[in-house]
């Protein structure tokens, strides 16, 4: 391609995707992103799941493999719709997770009624009992590890770039997690410790393409010095474009693989992973790069900060 040869005559096949003429696009599209979410959380919030709300677990043995589909139906139709059901030891044993509404009053009647449905042979142990102040503090302790992560992500390139990139990693990373968050309020599909995993997952993906784009900028603009700063930006996210793109598709793949065959247990997960990878490509184009040029501040190496600046030739 044309920029690996300084000092040439750019072709027309040649040239960059101009991805900084339509930045604006961008800016758009992430203030509406924002306002949507934030009007959704703050009107409708979050369908928080038994691990923020409380409930009751029952943890159920027996010699031959639960299937758990016909465990899961039988329990939606005893009237717990909002419950979760996993397995372990090869299927032998069930976890069921139930929500308590007006105490622990009912939990043995709860408990009664499920060694019922799950049949004769069948070793139920004692419920145990998740309460409202365990519950909150589950979820005072999720929101803290994202609100850590996105810090460390910000402060970490931070120190390995410069200040400039440093923000923008930040407001990237927040501008993701806060996106997929917004999903979930948006359509009220359960939100629990399972998708603050997700969300976690999200940060590390988005700063990984964010980094990935930001290395190739800084290694333009040491290339390129009398090229404005738009024109180094968009040679740069051409040029990491193909790899940015397999990548998603592979994560998307697996992401994919855990919707449809995953069972429901690990469907909010995989929606989350999905919904952050198609967020988190789009955010290393069209937020993270175009705020190196409207951040206060000169980015080293570069000779125009004015995106609009006549393009000069390369030495």
Same mark, same amino acid.
Request: charged share 15%.
């Given at each position: 391609?044309?920029?690996?040869?300084?000092?040439?005559?750019? @072709?027309?096949?040649?040239? +960059?995707?101009?991805?900084?003429?339509?930045?604006?696009?961008?800016?758009?599209?992430?203030?509406?992103?924002?306002?949507?979410?934030?009007?959704?959380?703050?009107?409708?919030?979050?369908?928080?799941?038994?691990?923020?709300?409380?409930?009751?677990?029952?943890?159920?043995?027996?010699?031959?493999?639960?299937? $758990?589909?016909?465990?899961?139906?039988?329990?939606?139709?005893?009237?717990?719709?909002?419950?979760?059901? %996993?397995?372990?030891?090869?299927?032998?044993?069930?976890?069921?997770?139930?929500?308590?509404?007006?105490? %622990?009053?009912?939990?043995?009647?709860?408990?009664?009624?499920?060694?019922?449905?799950?049949?004769?042979?069948?070793?139920?142990?004692?419920?145990?009992?998740?309460?409202?102040? $365990?519950?909150?503090?589950?979820?005072?302790?999720?929101?803290?590890?994202?609100?850590?992560?996105?810090?460390?992500?910000?402060?970490?390139?931070?120190?390995?770039?410069?200040?400039?990139?440093?923000?923008?990693?930040?407001?990237?990373?927040?501008?993701?997690?806060?996106?997929?968050?917004?999903?979930?309020?948006?359509?009220?599909?359960?939100?629990?410790?399972?998708?603050?995993?997700? $969300?976690?997952?999200?940060?590390?993906?988005?700063?990984?393409?964010?980094?990935?784009?930001?290395?190739?900028?800084?290694?333009?603009?040491?290339?390129?010095? @009398?090229? +404005?700063?738009?024109?180094?930006?968009?040679?740069?996210?051409?040029?990491?474009?193909?790899?940015?793109?397999?990548?998603?598709?592979?994560?998307?793949?697996?992401?994919?693989?855990?919707?449809?065959?995953?069972?429901?247990?690990?469907?909010?997960?995989?929606?989350?992973?999905?919904?952050?990878?198609?967020?988190?490509?789009?955010?290393?184009?069209?937020?993270?790069? +175009?705020?190196?040029?409207?951040? +206060?501040?000169?980015?080293?190496?570069?000779?125009?900060?004015?995106?609009?600046?006549?393009?000069?030739?390369?030495?």
């Amino acid at each position: 391609m044309w920029w690996d040869k300084p000092g040439t005559k750019p @072709k027309p096949e040649g040239k +960059p995707f101009p991805f900084m003429k339509i930045r604006w696009f961008g800016f758009v599209v992430t203030s509406l992103i924002f306002i949507v979410t934030t009007v959704s959380l703050a009107t409708q919030g979050l369908n928080m799941g038994l691990d923020f709300t409380g409930g009751v677990q029952i943890e159920a043995t027996r010699a031959t493999p639960f299937d $758990v589909g016909v465990v899961r139906e039988e329990i939606k139709n005893a009237g717990f719709e909002d419950s979760v059901i %996993t397995t372990s030891n090869e299927a032998k044993t069930v976890i069921i997770r139930l929500p308590v509404e007006t105490g %622990t009053d009912e939990v043995p009647a709860i408990a009664e009624k499920v060694s019922q449905i799950l049949g004769d042979g069948v070793d139920v142990q004692v419920p145990a009992v998740v309460g409202p102040k $365990v519950s909150g503090e589950l979820f005072m302790s999720g929101v803290m590890a994202a609100v850590l992560a996105v810090l460390a992500i910000g402060a970490y390139v931070w120190f390995r770039f410069e200040v400039k990139f440093g923000t923008g990693a930040f407001v990237t990373t927040f501008h993701d997690v806060y996106a997929v968050v917004g999903l979930f309020s948006i359509t009220q599909l359960t939100f629990d410790l399972t998708i603050v995993a997700g $969300v976690l997952t999200v940060a590390g993906y988005s700063i990984n393409d964010t980094v990935v784009v930001y290395d190739r900028i800084r290694e333009m603009l040491k290339k390129y010095k @009398k090229l +404005p700063i738009a024109e180094v930006i968009d040679i740069s996210i051409t040029s990491t474009l193909s790899r940015t793109v397999m990548t998603s598709l592979a994560t998307m793949m697996a992401a994919g693989a855990m919707c449809f065959l995953g069972g429901p247990v690990l469907f909010g997960f995989a929606i989350s992973i999905m919904f952050g990878i198609i967020i988190g490509t789009y955010s290393s184009i069209f937020v993270a790069a +175009p705020m190196l040029i409207h951040l +206060p501040g000169r980015l080293p190496g570069a000779k125009y900060t004015n995106p609009d600046a006549a393009v000069k030739a390369a030495p």
